[in-house]
């Protein structure tokens, strides 16, 4: 550093100086002296506005360092909760996991092709969709079966009245007709004879 230099041949010059006391005109010394003093004065306020600058310069390293530390630990501290919070999601147990969808390969053949994807997030998304889409179908499908066969099961029970209505009304005659018989047996049996038998 030139102050460094600056000093020390002032230093040096000083040692020289007072060396050279014993010979020297004592006025002339001073002078030298003073001038010397002047030049390490000049060196050490130079010296000291060198080291404030420098300390300065320091300090705002440090304060740069420090935030670039804290922004790192920022980051370090985020990056750990995203990985938490990544992890949870993995762990996360949803209802899509045990509910029976469409193998890949059936979802594939049965969905229509704009709903394929590469993505796996997608494809799961456009699977779950393509799911949700089949159920409501099938859930309509069965509810217009249930329909038919709440139609079906009264028709039956119609015409299962309807025939229990004709079988009593069979029975009815019959037994009406069972009567009628035997009253016309007997009264032919009166009239004809008991040895005439009907046929």
Do not use: W
């Not at 993505?119 to 889409?133: A, I, W, Y």
């Not at 179908?137 to 079966?145: A, W």
């Amino acid at each position: 550093m030139d102050t460094d230099v600056d000093a020390s041949d002032a230093v040096q010059a000083l040692e020289e100086l007072v060396a050279e006391s014993h010979n020297a005109d004592p006025a002339d010394q001073r002078i030298r002296a003073s001038a010397l003093v002047a030049r390490l004065k000049s060196a050490h306020r130079i010296a000291n506005a060198v080291s404030q600058q420098r300390r300065a310069e320091t300090s705002t390293t440090r304060a740069e360092m420090d935030a670039a530390h804290l922004r790192l630990q920022n980051l370090l501290y985020e990056k750990r909760h995203l990985e938490r919070e990544i992890d949870k999601c993995r762990q996360f147990a949803s209802i899509y996991q045990d509910v029976p969808i469409y193998s890949v390969d059936e979802f594939r053949q049965l969905a229509p092709p704009e709903a394929h994807s590469e993505d796996p997030h997608q494809q799961m998304l456009n699977r779950l969709s393509f799911e949700l889409v089949e159920r409501q179908r099938l859930e309509l499908r069965r509810v217009n079966l249930e329909k038919q066969k709440e139609k079906l099961l009264a028709d039956s029970k119609t015409k299962a009245d309807r025939m229990k209505d004709v079988k009593q009304e069979i029975e009815n005659t019959a037994k009406v007709a069972h009567a009628a018989q035997t009253k016309v047996a007997m009264h032919v049996s009166s009239v004809l004879g008991p040895d005439i038998v009907m046929v």
